[in-house]
């Protein structure tokens, strides 16, 4: 139900933007995870539905802009100034319902997950 999508090869200090669109649904809460080669999937960002609640890990802050277009049930992760250790599959990840801040960072609370796409932030 979950399609990513953006991905692709980049020099660090470059951009990309990755896009998730939800299949005929708009999910209260959407996220971004990533996974690193040889490391545990790591919380990046996460927006409310209104966008009223937005919350970003401290290695992505700054650099990284999580959006969302709900007419298009899509969440987007505009991301700049890439490092190398951004690289990484990018995984998004929704849930119907509300999760308070706190939670956000919980790769459990969440209910669906796309399948993936690729970053590679060459050096």
């Known amino acids: 139900q979950l399609q990513a999508s953006g991905g692709g090869l980049v020099q660090a200090g470059g951009s990309l933007r990755l896009s998730c669109a939800a299949s005929?649904?708009?999910?209260?809460?959407m996220g971004w995870f990533r996974q690193a080669p040889g490391k545990e999937r790591e919380w990046v960002s996460t927006?409310?539905?209104?966008?009223?609640?937005?919350s970003y890990a401290d290695s992505v802050k700054g650099r990284f802009t999580i959006s969302r277009d709900n007419s298009k049930n899509t969440v987007y992760l505009q991301m700049n100034s890439l490092k190398p250790e951004d690289t990484a599959v990018y995984y998004c990840a929704a849930k119907n319902q509300h999760i308070i801040m706190s939670a956000m960072h919980l790769a459990g609370q969440y209910d669906y997950w796309g399948q993936g796409t690729l970053v590679t932030v060459s050096s």
């Open positions: 005929g649904r708009t999910f209260y809460t």
């Open positions: 927006i409310l539905r209104s966008g009223s609640r937005i």
